[in-house]
């Protein structure tokens, strides 16, 4: 070996060797993170700070900057703690986001956190996807709404609403029964497919209490909106921003933030307004879970701490969106009263309802067989 | 220079290199294959292996152990209906726009006038090309129950929905696909009627056959192939067609790609992703027919057009 040569092995041996140590204590807190069922573990919030410092990355998926405000939680967690969030597919489905959990597993895109329909929560739960993590603010959670062990957790909701054109439809329907006035024939949109799309599911659910059927019957809401569709009252338009905004679909069942957000973005072309319907007060949330051993597994845990503090959750509240600990911070007083204020207006004694998953399972595989022969 | 260029041209059209005719055998084939390497490795990627992919996942269960169950499932109740479906609204919407295509197209060559062909041509590249929400939208925003025309329309008397047709039903979905079957038609079948040669008809003429005889005898038999290839094509065409129907039916029509799309990317189904394989199995099988014939078809019209 010539002496030009070893001096370079020498310095590439220093190189290695500087990496290797520089790379050691995150290497090793990486693994303290991912296994840590509690800030608690590593040390209180402050060690998680600092882990998830280090990591200096956190990648989340199908977070759509325009629902329930996920630019500003996004944007304020970034700046925050300094830390670069790699938003990818925000338009994705829950069922793209398993599909990523799965296929990117052991990579460094792989998602840290995901936000889900609750069945695809309960899925990667069976299947073993998610860490189990309680946050500081675990005890607010109502006990039906998240998973003893912290798999997952719901995290914010709302009110399937009836959304309408006031311009167009003079007398607003106040429940489903309404919606099948001959007045309103032609008028009536969901957001697509409900074997699809978990608004529309949800509205075909909803319309099962106002019919009778409750939560252990969907073909009461089935039924319905088979007359609604024999009626002509039904228009299986997919409702998006351009339908409504171009009159096409005067009369559309989402949920509520969504609607509020349509009012606000349809201001000047239609008067967007919304009622949730008095013959069913339907609440459908999503869940939030880590996912087992991903890239960034600190930076994962202090997401969900933020999301579940008091400043995330009224980022969601500014979105619209009912965040899951709303109640006991109401009774704090640490809610933003004026979000709250500009929620939409739920009838009075209205309350949360989580349906039962079996009744849930039970309900989608029954949309899935008998939509399409409706 | 002219000259120069000129010998330059005559060298390599008389085959003045004599190593390239020497290659042997083997070494010559791959170089002629060289080319076609970019083709290969990108088929590869974005067709052969995704193919095989969903025909795997189509025999796994949820725990990644074989199974038939998925396929036994994609084959009864609305799966079914939903083959059934898509293969009718196919077959409508292929053999519409086959015949107005044909028309279009006879209508144009025969019109002999340039310009007309020429716009026709680039119209209907771009046509043939549209689909998706936009185009769902089109419609919604012209002949939907609010649309611009409906609304025109019933200001002077005429209702498109009075007599309960609307165009969220099957027929409303055929005169939606049609917007890009006809155009389609319109660019596969072209050179076809251009094939068939004026001299042919003149000489048919003069031996005494009638216009239906010319028909019947010379015209149809040779068009034969090439529109029924076309026809596949068309077929094939609308029924992988996913976006439209699906900003237009929301579902309330079943079909395959519709069922494929709420199982494998939804927000609703969380654990039948591998049935919806299996129903992406019976498609790929379905075209695959489709497209043997097509290669079939495609053979002998090639032949005689005397390519």
New interface residues.
């Given amino acids: 070996m010539s002496k030009r040569l070893k001096v370079l092995a020498g310095v590439a041996g220093v190189a290695l060797a500087a990496s290797m140590l520089a790379a050691m204590p995150a290497g090793a807190a990486a693994s303290k993170a991912a296994t840590a069922k509690s800030a608690k573990d590593v040390g209180g919030l402050a060690g998680l700070i600092k882990l998830a410092k280090a990591e200096k990355e956190l990648n989340v998926i199908a977070l759509p900057r325009d629902w329930a405000n996920y630019g500003e939680m996004i944007d304020t967690f970034a700046k925050k703690y300094g830390i670069k969030v790699n938003s990818q597919n925000p338009d994705g489905?829950?069922?793209?986001e398993?599909?990523a959990v799965k296929t990117l597993k052991g990579q460094s895109r792989q998602p840290d956190v995901v936000d889900v329909?609750v069945?695809?929560a309960?899925?990667g739960a069976?299947?073993g996807l998610w860490a189990p993590y309680k946050v500081a603010t675990w005890g607010d959670i109502a006990a039906d709404a998240k998973e003893t062990n912290g798999l997952w957790y719901y995290d914010y909701g709302g009110y399937i609403a009836i959304g309408y054109d006031a311009k167009?439809v003079s007398v607003p329907p106040k429940s489903f029964k309404d919606l099948l006035n001959p007045r309103y024939k032609?008028?009536v949109?969901?957001n697509?497919?409900?074997?699809?799309?978990?608004a529309?599911?949800s509205a075909v659910y909803a319309s099962s209490i106002a019919n009778g059927g409750g939560l252990q019957d969907i073909t009461k809401g089935l039924d319905f909106w088979a007359n609604m569709?024999k009626a002509?009252n039904f228009?299986?338009?997919?409702a998006?921003p351009?339908?409504v905004q171009?009159?096409?679909t005067?009369i559309t069942l989402d949920w509520d933030y969504l609607q509020a957000k349509y009012s606000k973005d349809a201001a000047g072309k239609v008067d967007w307004k919304l009622v949730v319907p008095s013959d069913a007060v339907f609440f459908g949330g999503y869940a939030q879970a880590i996912v087992k051993n991903s890239p960034h597994p600190a930076a994962a845990r202090l997401w969900q701490e933020f999301l579940y503090s008091d400043e995330g959750q009224n980022i969601w509240l500014k979105g619209g969106a009912r965040p899951i600990r709303l109640p006991a911070m109401v009774k704090k007083g640490t809610a933003n009263k004026s979000a709250i204020k500009s929620l939409p207006v739920t009838p009075k004694g209205a309350t949360a309802t989580y349906p039962g998953l079996d009744d849930v399972v039970t309900a989608?595989?029954l949309?899935?067989?008998?939509?399409?022969?409706? | 220079m002219t000259s120069a260029a000129m010998r330059s041209t005559s060298e390599t059209t008389t085959g003045g290199n004599p190593g390239r005719g020497s290659l042997n055998g083997p070494l010559r084939s791959l170089r002629t294959y060289i080319g076609l390497f970019p083709f290969f490795i990108y088929s590869g990627f974005f067709l052969a292996i995704p193919t095989l992919q969903v025909m795997i996942l189509a025999f796994r269960n949820q725990d990644n152990g074989w199974t038939l169950d998925n396929v036994k499932e994609a084959v009864a109740g609305v799966y079914l209906l939903s083959f059934q479906q898509s293969l009718w609204l196919s077959a409508i919407s292929a053999i519409t726009g086959a015949i107005f295509g044909f028309i279009a197209a006879y209508a144009i060559t025969v019109s002999n006038i340039r310009i007309l062909r020429r716009v026709i041509q680039t119209a209907s590249g771009v046509f043939a090309n549209t689909g998706g929400v936009p185009l769902a939208f089109f419609f919604i925003a012209s002949i939907g129950t609010y649309g611009l025309l409906t609304t025109a329309l019933k200001k002077i008397g005429i209702d498109l929905y009075s007599g309960g047709w609307t165009l969220f039903t099957f027929s409303g979905l055929v005169l939606v696909y049609l917007y890009f079957q006809i155009p389609l038609m319109i660019i596969v079948i072209l050179p076809a009627i251009d094939g068939l040669r004026l001299e042919w008809r003149e000489a048919a003429g003069s031996l005494g056959a009638s216009k239906w005889q010319f028909w019947r005898y010379v015209a149809i038999p040779l068009l034969a192939p090439a529109f029924t290839g076309a026809l596949l094509l068309l077929f094939a065409n609308s029924f992988a067609a996913y976006a439209t129907a699906s900003a237009l039916t929301s579902g309330t029509i079943p079909l395959v790609p519709l069922q494929i799309g709420s199982l494998v990317s939804g927000n609703v189904i969380a654990d039948k992703a591998n049935l919806g394989y299996a129903l992406g199995f019976g498609m790929v099988v379905i075209i695959g027919f489709v497209m043997a014939g097509y290669a079939i078809l495609q053979r002998k019209t090639a032949k005689w057009l005397g390519n």
């Fill in positions: 489905s829950s069922a793209d398993v599909a329909g069945a695809f309960v899925q069976d299947e167009r032609g008028q949109a969901l697509g497919n409900p074997a699809k799309a978990n529309a599911f569709k002509g228009i299986p338009v997919e998006t351009a339908t171009s009159g096409q005067p989608k595989s949309v899935a067989l008998l939509w399409g022969t409706l």
